[in-house]
């Protein structure tokens, strides 16, 4: 039996860390069908400028018991829209509130607390269950694919979002092969290792057009000018100097709290490569706060990380067997993660750096997560290519 069995983990190989029901199928009733209907109004009440008094006047005011007999998807659902909404009612406005009021505070906190995340919006959210698929029967591919909640209503923010969606998908393949990988690198079984590793360079391989579709609907300047914004969080972040105040939440004490915005970089799958891999990055800035991103992924991806790393030998086995084959197939995995960070960069730089005369409200040189990016991108880049082992 493999060590890391993927249904373990609320994952599988056709999904990987996307979520196992598909989110646009699922029903919300009561209180929460009028949130939803409050949510799915979002492009046309940040259009007209006045989302706060609406998101005030407009929301049913439920108490934590609303919660308690949720579903897992029917939670994840609720979290995707009452998520957009905070940051709707956060960001789509002139002036930055230093208080998040109830009928969105208590509703946030009751659902993190049911999903095991912080409350505030984060990449599962924004992307793992965020999605339908417009023939039911087909694939997770991003011809086949819509947008569930979104803040706007043009096809750039639902692209981004989509890309990343399939991106999941596809790496689904791999990551249903790393207990697998595990196991053989444990028993000393060169031949199945390597045949398992160059599968896994494969996906890797095939990642990189899904990535490079990017620019096709999404523009970096409508990205970067009129998504991003809504992104951050009130950590490291100057316009929150003091943290946000969640409103009637009583385990908080009215005292201003502190998380870190929507960032790609809390997806999981390079997580996971690194460590079936061995990959380790030096200390920085970066590397604290990547791992402080640790919580807001879903519990049971963390504990697929974590036990990846803990139970791989995979790097040891690699360098002790001196098999040149096994060696070559270990690095084409290296390099295929190396290339998908480079293309990361580019993208950054394109969709960030480069956009930064344009955008006044947020230093361009920080991610909406809360901290500086671009100098340390390339340094993990190059630390993932110093990985190499000699052949």
């Known amino acids: 039996m493999t060590t890391l069995k993927l249904s373990d983990y609320d994952m599988s190989a056709e999904r990987g860390f996307l979520c196992r029901h598909t989110p646009a199928d699922v029903k919300l009733t009561g209180g929460l069908a009028k949130a939803r209907e409050v949510a799915m109004d979002l492009p046309a009440l940040l259009q007209a400028g006045n989302v706060r008094t609406h998101l005030m006047d407009g929301l049913p005011d439920l108490s934590c018991e609303s919660f308690a007999g949720l579903s897992d998807a029917e939670a994840r659902m609720a979290m995707v829209h009452y998520a957009f909404m905070v940051q709707a009612y956060m960001w789509g406005e002139p002036g930055t509130p230093t208080v998040l009021p109830k009928n969105l505070a208590v509703p946030m906190v009751a659902l993190s607390k049911h999903l095991g995340q912080p409350p505030i919006m984060s990449y599962s959210v924004y992307v793992l269950d965020n999605w339908g698929k417009l023939d039911k029967a087909g694939p997770i ?10 803040f706007l209503s043009g096809q750039d923010e639902s692209w981004f979002i989509l890309v990343h969606v399939a991106i999941e998908a596809r790496a689904g393949a791999c990551l249903a092969l790393m207990g697998d990988i595990v196991d053989a690198a444990n028993q000393e079984d060169i031949e199945k290792t390597r045949s398992l590793l160059e599968e896994t360079a494969q996906v890797w391989v095939d990642l990189r057009p899904l990535f490079n579709r990017m ?21 490291d972040n100057p316009e929150l100097p003091n943290g946000l105040i969640y409103e009637g939440v009583e385990e908080f004490g009215n005292k201003p709290q502190y998380f870190r915005g929507q960032t790609g970089s809390q997806s999981s799958i390079v997580p ?57 197939a270990y690095n084409a995995n290296v390099q295929a993660v190396s290339d998908f960070r480079s293309l990361h960069l580019e993208y950054a730089a394109k969709y960030i750096s480069n956009q930064s005369s344009k955008q006044k409200r947020n230093d361009p040189n920080i991610g909406t997560g809360g901290t500086p990016f671009m100098k340390y991108l390339k340094k993990h880049r190059d630390e993932t290519q110093a990985n190499l082992v000699s052949v």
Not at 218 to 229: A, G, K, L, S
Not at 300 to 321: E, G, M, Y
């Open 215 to 235: 620019p096709e609907r999404c523009d970096p300047h409508i990205y970067f000018q009129n998504i991003r914004p809504y992104l951050h969080g009130w950590k």
């Open 141 to 150: 591919g991003l011809d086949n694919l819509y947008l569930v909640q979104k």
């Open 272 to 328: 996971a490569m690194d460590a079936l891999m061995g990959v380790g990055h030096a200390a920085d800035p970066l590397k604290a706060y990547l791992d402080q991103l640790h919580i807001y992924r879903p519990p049971a991806h963390r504990r697929f990380i974590d036990d990846l790393r803990a139970k791989s030998k995979l790097r040891a086995f690699v360098t002790k067997s001196g098999n040149k084959a096994l060696a070559e």
